[in-house]
């Protein structure tokens, strides 16, 4: 064997070449995309619900958080008190949250989340879960269902959660 002019038996032999890592800026564009579209669908997968994407976060918000004021909500959707009352109303007329007195101040109102709401909340939880496990189980081979769980933790750890 005849190396060229200059090389040592230490010169490595050329290999195909690699693609150069993507950028931070590249990845994030990518990943809030393809999260966008994620989100989207996943709350198409419900849409047989009667709740609106506003009113399943205020739900979430009430579950997770416990009763708050009409103004809390609002702050915390980045809404206005006066679209937070329409919102709570249609959830109070189908019996999803119900209102009772401020323990702290007894001129407000707290909303809580009902066992009804619970119950529609989970229900919509479910159908996007099983969204998501039919398209996995359709879509992707063992190797890519574990390349999803590892950068499941990925993003998890991102998040900070």
Request: no cysteine.
């Amino acid at each position: 064997m005849t190396r060229p002019p200059g090389a040592t038996p230490a010169d490595p032999t050329p290999a195909d070449p690699t693609p150069a890592d993507p950028t931070a800026e590249q990845v994030a564009n990518d990943l809030a995309a393809v999260v966008g579209r994620l989100l989207r669908r996943l709350r198409s997968s419900s849409s047989e619900s009667l709740l609106t994407p506003t009113q399943r976060s205020v739900l979430a918000r009430l579950e997770d958080g416990g009763p708050a004021t009409t103004a809390a909500l609002a702050r915390a959707e980045f809404v206005r008190p006066q679209s937070m009352r329409l919102t709570l109303g249609a959830l109070e007329e189908q019996g999803i949250v119900e209102r009772a007195p401020d323990p702290d101040d007894g001129r407000k109102s707290v909303m809580s989340i009902t066992d009804t709401g619970r119950a529609t909340l989970a229900e919509v939880r479910a159908a996007k879960r099983d969204w998501l496990a039919e398209a996995i189980a359709a879509e992707l081979d063992g190797a890519e269902r574990r390349t999803v769980a590892e950068a499941t933790a990925l993003l998890d750890r991102l998040v900070g959660s």
